[in-house]
Structure formats: C-alpha cells, structure tokens
C-alpha cells in the first residue's frame, strides 16, 4: 500500500476538519536526568531541524492552550535543554499547524518528565517528499552515532489532531489502523516514555537500541544475517534496518511486512510488558489494556 492509498482508504478529514496525516517519523526515548542527555538532544535538534525549519510555523510549551506563532523555532528547542524542567514546562514543540484543528506532519517535540526521569525527541517528516525515506535513515543514523540514548524506533507514524473538537476521532481508529497495517506505528510517545527501563516499545523500519538495550539482546549477528536485515554499529548504539525503504502493510491483501516480523521475533524478548495502555475502542472512552497488548506484540511472531 502507498501513502495515497492509505489516505484513500481512511476518513481522515471529518466537516472539513483535519483528523490525521500519514507521516514519517522517528521517537528517541531516553531515560536518567535530562542534563546527561544534553549533549544528545542538541545533535538530535541540530540534526533534525534543517529537515522541518521549511515547514515549520507555530510551537507549543506545556502551559500553552493554543499554538502561537513563532520566530526561531530552533531557538525554542534548545531553550529547554538550558532550562530545568518543570511540572509548567516539561514539554515543547514546533511545527507546521495553521490552526488548532491540523495534523502536524512536520514537526519536532522535546518532553522530559523529571518525576519518572525520562524524555523522547520526536520528529516526523510529511511523506511524499522526494528523498523523504533516505532523509529519515540520515537522521537516524547521524543521531545514533552521536548519542546513547535508551531506545526508539522509525518509519511510518500517524500525525493526529490533538487538541481540536473532534480529536479523539482518530483515537477510536488506532486499533482497525494498527491491526490492519503492521507498518504503521500508532503514536503514544508521552504514554511509553513512562516504560523507557522497561524495553523497547515495539519494531519498525528502523529499531534503536542504545548499548544498554543492545547488550540486553546478546549477539545480533544472527538478526543481520536474515535476509532484508542490516544492522547498524556505532560507538553509541545500534540501528537495526528492516528492507530498503520503510513499509504500510495492509493485513486485508496479506502484506504483513514480513521484513519487520523478523526483527520483532529476535528482539521480543526486550519488548517492554504492560506499558500504560493507549489504544481506544471505537466509541469507548477508556483505554483498554488489551488492545494495546495485542497491537504492541503483533510483530512478535
């Protein structure tokens, strides 16, 4: 499946308003103090924001309700890495909404929650750009050598609307999406920062370990011997690679990213157990712990 035809496929505008966009997207998790990570983080920014600096136009902090328009997104990035986090300001993004009701598919956020001692950076990228694929494996891979940081994972994400009228449209879809294209992460980077010690949250084009995550696996040599795999060494960490470019799946026409299943079967055993659930049933209102469970394993086989 495509990108236009997973767009196709899914009502992702509802009375005009924006619920979704398909996107390219890496999630880094880090877990300690924030200061031992500032190095990283500033190569990550550093890294990252010439692909997004184009699309960028708005940001947000933690104690902000709406978007506000801003001058230096970059600038915005780093002055939380200088600042110590709060419980008012532990979170920030930049992006490219207009408006309250836009799925931001160009972004960069930075979250750290001092109470659990762990963040994430994230950064998605609009798919249908030319190079977009090989600009997303660069900045992975520019990221990794430079940092070693816990875990992540990137390749095909949801960009959603969060906090328009009709945002927990999108919410009530996770789990028809996320079953039925294996290659598709569903976002839940603030709910699975709360699990980083714990393991990975789950496989992707590209899965990140850190050395600590990596010396939990023991020996990949056998993972990078399969066909479609390469694995990536650094001094830092390692990037375990699932085929040439990133995959959507689509279960319905038995194109369940076999690629990817090779990789979640050798790394299920530091796939991270009963992490808060975030997946919602259509029309339910609470998260339920199971489908979350059953999404998060189903490329462990």
Known sequence: MTPSQFQAAYKCVDDGIELMRLALGVVIYFSGDLAAHRRGLTAAVDAAWPLVEHGVRSFQ????????????????????????????????????????????????????????SSGYILCRLPVGTTGADDALLDLTLKIARQWDFAHGYAGYTLALNTMGLKAVLPKWMFYGIGMRHPGVDLPSAANTSFAVADGIKRVNWLTLLGTGMAARTGNLDGLA????????????????????EPLIGDTNRRDICEVYHRVGRALKGIRARNPPAFIIAPNESIASDEKTETWLSSLDE
């Open 61 to 116: 902090t933690t104690n902000m309700k709406t978007p506000r328009k801003l001058k230096d997104g970059k600038d915005v990035l780093l002055k939380m890495l200088d600042e110590p986090p709060s419980p008012v300001y532990d979170y920030v993004a930049v992006d490219n909404r207009r408006k309250i009701d836009d799925a931001p598919d160009c972004c960069i956020e930075l979250s750290y929650g001092g109470y659990r």
């Open 225 to 244: 011997r399969q066909p479609g795999i390469t694995v990536h060494e650094t001094a830092a960490s390692v990037v375990v690679q699932a085929g040439d």
